[in-house]
């Protein structure tokens, strides 16, 4: 029998406004049922998120800060959790600098680590009222703090989409983030490897870029620029080379400076000193952890190597088997190529925000084309794409507005599922260790390791 009380509920529920299905909240849950799925899948196969030379540190910064009140992080380098490592010393690129009493060097920023806390409190009042060890490496810490992580990522990827709400429409955003995440290895490095820093520098990032966007649709809100300056002040602490993809924010700043001196004073002064405080708190914690001062922690590990300057590997960087970020995931050479033609068939004043996004990708690569480890190392793809993807995301957006006709939208979605598969294979590929040597693999080798993937796992289905 149907009672009044069923009735009521039933009017509850019918109440409930649940997400469109192109709204940016909607794009968070999908993004995050995803990344608990690659999440689930990783722990399954490695047993641990505390592995990796990279990532064990960032973690380190955490860690010791919250378990120990200090940046001293030997004890965190030589604990023997599992799945960790154990660091050699007194080697270019294969160990860590130690201090004049054998302290071991945390050469890593520290940005990471203040996203992590959250995720870490958690982690702790879970240890303490679970009965697990309050050591900061138990299951509660681990899990919580990757999770946290990967929470980020989704809501980068839902500010991202509610960021391009007046430059496309809501469902190529929705398709272009939600395309950039699956067919690029920001999906690696957010279920997979948590801990490096660059699913906080994506969320970063994706802030700055809503920010930037809606003060340049009203450039004297002054509750924005202050947000626009702490955002500022986590960018350069996460990972000093963002710095460049401030430029962002100029097309708003141009606005400003054109009403008057003093406005500019007052909105942009906050935004330049954050930069100038987030430097000086990387400085100040070097400072602490080597005991003398050093201002690129990066180029003590590695016999003064940093910039060159005079030598960018420029097509290497895009193309190469090595570290090519174009060859492993072409959606980031898409959406740029996105951002150039919006760049030329946009009109209005629109176009400067445009050219400020297709600046802040140009500026990205070419500066990290000059680095010593411009491949990024042991990295899945080449990593350092993902702190440039939320611009690019615009790119892929734009083009996807374009596509009006039922054959063209058909070949965007055709273009996202290939890169998305396309991705998720050569994951399997580099998680297991089937991928052609990175200096000797090229598009077609790319391609072969794919199809064997494919043959191997369909050889296994029962």
Known sequence: MFHFADAQRARSFARLKLPRRWSPLSLVIVVAFLSLLVWGAALSYYGSFFRGWDAQLYYAHLRSAMMDGDLDATNEIQSLTPGKRVFETGKSWGGLPTTEDGRLVNIYTVGSAVLGIPGFAIGHGV????????????????????LWYALLVALGCGVLASAMRLWASERAAWLAVLGLFTGTNLLYYTGVLPTMNHA????????????????????????????????????????????????????????????????????????????????????????????????????????????????????EILFSGQGGGWLYHPLFGVGFLGLLAACVLSKGPGRGVWIALALGVTLHIGLYSCWVSWDSGDSFGNRIFINCAPLCAFGLAWLIDRARRPLAVSFCVSLLVVASISNVLLMAGFVKGTLPAREQADLRSLIDAQWQTVRKTLSQTP
């Open 127 to 146: 240890a303490l009222t679970t009965g697990q060890p309050t050591d900061g490496y138990s299951r509660p810490y681990e899990f919580a703090v990757t």
């Open 200 to 315: 906080p520098s994506f969320f970063v990032v994706s802030v700055l870029l809503w920010l930037g966007l809606r003060l340049f649709e009203d450039p004297r809100r002054g509750r924005l620029w202050f947000a626009s300056a702490l955002t500022t002040f986590m960018l350069v602490a996460v990972r000093p080379t963002d710095a460049v993809m401030l430029v962002v924010l100029c097309p708003a700043a141009w606005r400003v400076i054109r009403t008057g001196w003093r406005p500019s004073l007052i909105y942009g002064l906050p935004v330049v000193f954050a930069i100038f405080a987030a430097a000086c708190v990387q400085i100040l914690v070097w400072r602490a952890v080597f005991g003398r001062w050093v201002f690129n922690g990066y180029s003590e590990w590695a016999d003064g190597a940093g910039f060159d300057f005079s030598n960018p590997m420029l097509p």
